[in-house]
């Protein structure tokens, strides 16, 4: 048995749905391969929630590996494209990326002279990830004239050396020194980036001297991610720092909510496999997980696949398919079952007292009380005939907890996260064991063919699906900070349930070793 890569319960796709913004102008080159440059930039204003709108100031002919061309447009005519963009629209933040030549710098800050925009964060590109140069070496005095007029500049390590005119910095001590001397010099926030050093840390500093932040230096630390999918890190970070600053007015606010967007960019960059050489990030990787009920209902069956296998995995759940499980191993686990149950069905009623419409709440009430049904059952059943010990084990008790500690937390959507994986992953196990046995023949001198034809239940299947659904629509509502606990509680819950079919083994082993 294998979990497949979609769930055999619930039907997982995914629709789009739209949000409210601020305007963010970009004015930088144009990446086609779309990893960095303006389409860096739209990216990551839109997974900000932003408007993004762009002014060209290069084309540039570029994919992972190299830039093989760039052709700078008549400066004029990006001069044209600004006034067009401040003659019409309000521009709540602007963003500079790659600048190319002095001419087309000159006609910059002659546009941010005279529309002074609220808010502008400078990029000061220069070299790309590939190595090759996307800012003319004439230009590089043009460039230091500008950073007078931007609030935050965000250099890296070469470009901090270079508009310094010092050595590059080799440690992270140094580098802040430089970003110190840097905000000093021009009066405004620098923003010194780890990404150039090496080590397991990845950390970014904001640096102001002046007294506008509430230390001279802000350092939000994070780990380095081991990828090479690094293009276009510089521009997704600088233009997603423009979006949330002009919804916060708050550079340190700004920075720890994006510092983590960029983290799980980074992570998820290798899923999108674009290219052979230094790959984009994947900037709406958080969008993925939560957009709509069904993203996050996939995002949660991503999480409970690699526990599925574990599940399958398990001499436990090989021995009750192939029917030679001992009888002890079994009895261990029904009468935990039954204690488990118990402790379920309270949190399932607390759910019911938590719900937000009628039709869950009775959805839960009903389902708690069929849960205590199950458990008497079992004792009715299975249990009344058979030795089983009946102290609560260490997996039951600390899984119940779990679910206690979750249902005491009060939030709705956090508890169905923490209850979903004893539905899904117990009927996707219950499913595949059931098409086992039944592709097997259906042996009616099996050990367990009661337990198996009773598995597959539909009505189970769909009760399933209603609670996966109950808990996507949640997360849709829920704040970001409220689905990352609802994912680590289901993920909790789903290492519960493998744990769980693993129990009677330990117990056994346990007993053996004390026998001893
Ligand atoms: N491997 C990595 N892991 C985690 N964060 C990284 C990594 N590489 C770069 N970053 C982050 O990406 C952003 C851009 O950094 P950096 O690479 O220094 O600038 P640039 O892209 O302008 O060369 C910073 O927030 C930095 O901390
Ligand atoms: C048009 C354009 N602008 C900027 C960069 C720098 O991005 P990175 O240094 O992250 O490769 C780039 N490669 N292309």
Known sequence: MTASSYSSVYPLDATASGRPTPRILSIAGSDPSGGAGIQADLKSIAAFGGYGMAAITALTAQNTREVSAVHVPPAHFLRQQLEAISADITIDAVKIGMLGDAAVINEVRGWLEEVSPAVVVLDPVMVATSGDRLLRESAEKALRSLLPLAHLITPNLPELAMLLGEPEATDWASALDQGKRLAAEYGNTVLVKGGHLPGSECPDALVNTSGLLSQDVIEVAGPRVATRNSHGTGCSLSSALATVQARTGDWEVSLREVKPWLLGALQASDSLHVGQGN??????????QASTPGTFAAAMWNEAVPELEAIYGLPFIQGLQSGELPERDFNYYLAQDAIYLNGYSRVLAR????????????????????????ESELHR??????????????????????LLAKSAAGSYAVVLAAILPCYWLYAEVGQQLHTAYVDAGAPADHAYADWLKAYADEDFAAATRKAINFTAVAAVAASGTER???????????????AFFDAPRLFAQASFTRAQ
Do not use: I
Request: glycine share 4%.
């Open 279 to 288: 790959g984009p990030v994947n900037h709406f990787h958080h969008f993925q």
């Open 351 to 374: 759910a019911g007292a938590l719900a937000p419409t009628e039709e869950e709440q009775l959805f839960w009430a009903k389902a708690s009380q069929q849960c205590l049904e199950v």
């Open 381 to 402: 059943n299975w249990l009344s005939t058979r030795e089983a010990s009946t102290a609560t084990g260490p997996v039951t008790k600390s899984y119940v907890d779990h």
């Open 484 to 498: 990352t606990a609802m994912m680590d509680a289901f993920t909790q819950s789903c290492r519960y349930e493998t």
